[in-house]
């Protein structure tokens, strides 16, 4: 039996977990039910919530870890049925995770959870009407529930009842001020079904009731661009600069975005110059100026990268593309096998790899890579078609 004070140090972690995700941080909540998990690791309830956190992070290994372990545990169990809903809605069978949802409501009709992670389901599968009921079913059980009253309103967006969605929108936010404006949600819901228009005055209104948020002054501004109001577009960038000029943090990644190159670069270079020991952002200024056509300069910040974390594929894979597009066809080789030793499926540093063996005259040593780029790549569609099909969980009676 565990200890009083642990298994109230795993519940209080849980519910503050809960509250991360009800108001949609996936990223805090998976790690505080990571930390809840080493204190409490056979409650199924927090796998549960971990794997549907992790799918939605797309953090592949951390949802095949933990329904695996959940497995382990009590493989009948219905938060262990639920985690394997979420394993296949991660595999996008739509069909076998709904089945499975169905199964884990059966037996715990009136979890909340469950009820959410069926309405993230039709949410992907793009069955809004599922989705609506889905949504419903959990505000029943919580009317205050701030993640299931926005994922409502995004359910009735995708069905084309946007003053619907609104007002969702509106009523979650009466519940929890610091979630994202009303309007700027509906906007952005517009903007992504092609109403660029009706998105424009969205964002207007929602840099009206909070100045202080960038994200509509950006997305506005792109409309505005798109209307060919460009007066107005250039108004907007210059209101962007004078309020926000002087957070890199906040701006660096809607420059990227809307492929603002110029702009990005500065920030990123502001944010790099802050933030040394930092891989990612040079990958990101590394990749910028690969785009702008800088191929040194983005050898250099993909190299520092490298030296900050020399076991990231990602990393080594870039640099063997920048390498041989500059003609430095045995550095590019170098690193391209770095990058395969490290993630047998990276097919671009297969690719990048053949390429510089060919232009080296290697013919038959570029012919073997080819070979083992498409063993591995067959190998990795047998083993999605395993999962897809249930076929690796086939002894645990799934």
Not at 119 to 138: C, N
Not at 163 to 173: F, G, I, M, N, P
Not at 282 to 294: D, K, M, T
Not at 297 to 317: C, F, M, P, V, W
Request: charged share 30%; aromatic share 10%.
């Amino acid at each position: 039996m565990a200890e009083p004070g642990r298994v109230h140090s795993a519940g209080h972690l849980f519910r503050q977990a809960r509250a991360a995700f009800y108001r949609e941080d996936e990223d805090e909540a998976l790690d505080l039910l990571l930390e809840a998990l080493h204190v409490a690791p056979s409650n199924l309830h927090i796998h549960y919530l971990a794997a549907l956190c992790a799918d939605l992070l797309s953090e592949e290994d951390t949802l095949d870890d933990l329904c695996a372990h959940a497995l382990e545990v009590d493989a009948r169990h219905p938060y262990t049925i639920a985690c394997e809903a979420v394993r296949y809605l991660y595999l996008s069978n739509f069909s076998r995770a709904e089945d499975l949802f169905n199964q884990a409501l059966r037996h715990l009709p009136e979890d909340l959870d469950i009820h959410i992670g069926l309405g993230i389901l039709h949410e992907y599968s793009g069955d809004e009407e599922k989705g609506v009921a889905a949504f419903r079913r959990a505000l029943e059980l919580d009317s205050d529930n701030v993640r299931a009253r926005v994922s409502l309103g995004v359910a009735y967006a995708m069905s084309g009842e946007y003053q619907s969605a609104l007002e969702e929108y509106v009523r979650a936010k009466a519940i929890d001020p610091d979630i994202e404006n009303p309007h700027e949600k509906l906007g952005r819901d517009y903007y992504l079904d092609g109403m660029v228009e009706e998105a424009a005055t969205e964002f207007g209104r929602a840099m009206a009731e909070e100045p202080d948020e960038p994200a509509p002054y950006f997305y506005q501004m792109d409309c505005l661009s798109r209307l060919g109001k460009l007066d107005e577009a250039l108004d907007r960038y210059e209101a962007i600069k004078q309020r926000f000029g002087n957070q890199p943090e906040l701006t660096s990644g809607f420059y990227e975005y809307f492929h603002m190159r110029r702009e990005a670069r500065a920030a990123l270079e502001t944010l790099t110059g802050r933030n040394p020991d930092d891989p990612e952002l040079l990958i990101r200024l590394s990749n910028l100026h690969h785009e702008s056509g800088q191929l040194d300069q983005a050898i250099e910040a993909a190299e520092a990268a490298n030296k900050l974390d020399s076991e990231r594929a990602d990393t080594l894979s870039l640099l063997g593309v920048l390498y041989f597009e500059h003609g430095d066809y045995y550095r590019a080789i170098e690193a391209c096998r770095r990058a395969t030793r490290l993630n047998h499926y990276d097919q671009s540093a297969y690719v990048t790899l053949a390429d510089s063996l060919l232009f080296l005259g290697r013919n038959e040593e570029a012919q073997n890579v080819v070979e083992e780029m498409e063993r591995h790549r067959q190998e990795a569609w047998r083993r999605y078609q395993d999962r897809f099909s249930g076929q690796d969980r086939a002894d645990a009676g799934f």
